[in-house]
């Protein structure tokens, strides 16, 4: 892909009138994300394409959670799809989500195929729910986690989230972020503990529960997490940061200094680096005084 074929997301909120929220909001949605390679962070021509359906539909009065719903069923029908933005044509009529492939038009919550718009009213309506389910409460702390002002309501809509289906991850990562963010590491870390009961192999809850540990000394057990945030996730560049730094103040200074070394390979351009070779270097002289 040649860099032209790239666009950073400065480029595509100047081409489509979008802000930064919004693409951080639809990318956590999961509707549209951006690609990343070799720690950089880009769209390409098919993501603009996509992009740019969201915002329309959306602007026709489709929430974005009903899309992303939409979106999520049309992706397991039409498993030959991988990017169903892009590749087929989304239509609605200000309340219903219907995709167009091959001139035929699909309603993907029910999989019923309808006629189209200009031969008949849609028939088969998106189905309605007697109460907001667990993604509709996921979608509302979102929407209130973008606001710094409704941060509790965020926590609150997580929990109601949470009430209906306990195990959904990332409402428990997103949650305990939140508490983090408030101070409350004590409720950070029972989110993050919940969420890894529900998938221990996560390496994001590792390294989240990891770092809350680390600030309240509980050093050997933030390695611990640690460890394992790295040994899932080894291009994980903050977990070998992090999990360098705990080493250090617990004296393993060979095993800081492979994470030092990790994170600077990973992460050369992030502005902590020139922290990480100080310490680097600090470290190969102190091994080096030791031989």
Sequence with gaps: MSAKDRFSSEDVQRVLGLTGKQLEYWDRLRLVSPRKELGDRYYDFRDLIGLRTVKQL?????????????LAALREKLAHVHVPLSELRVLSDGGDV??????????????????????????????VMTGPNADDWLATAL????????????????????????????ALLNCGTLCYEEGNLKKAAEYFMRAL???????????????VLEEVGRLEAARLHLRNA???????????????????????????????????TLDPASPWCGYARQRLASSRMKSAGTT
């Design 143 to 170: 929407e209130y986690e973008a606001e710094e002002s409704s941060r509790a309501e965020a926590i609150e809509a997580y929990d109601h989230a949470l009430s209906l289906d306990p195990q959904k991850v990332d």
């Design 58 to 70: 959306i602007e026709e009065g489709v929430p974005a959670n009903r899309l992303r719903r939409a």
């Design 230 to 264: 790295v040994r899932l996730d080894p291009g994980y560049p903050d977990a070998h940061y992090n999990l360098a730094f705990v080493c250090e103040k617990l004296g393993a200074q060979n095993e800081a200094q492979r994470h030092w070394q990790a994170y600077v």
């Design 197 to 211: 009961q529900v998938d221990p192999e996560n390496a994001l809850a590792h390294f989240n529960l990891g770092s």
């Design 98 to 127: 219907v995709v167009e492939s091959e001139g035929a038009r699909l309603e993907p919550l029910s999989g019923q195929f309808v006629l189209n718009f200009e031969t008949r009213e849609l028939g088969e309506k998106v189905r």
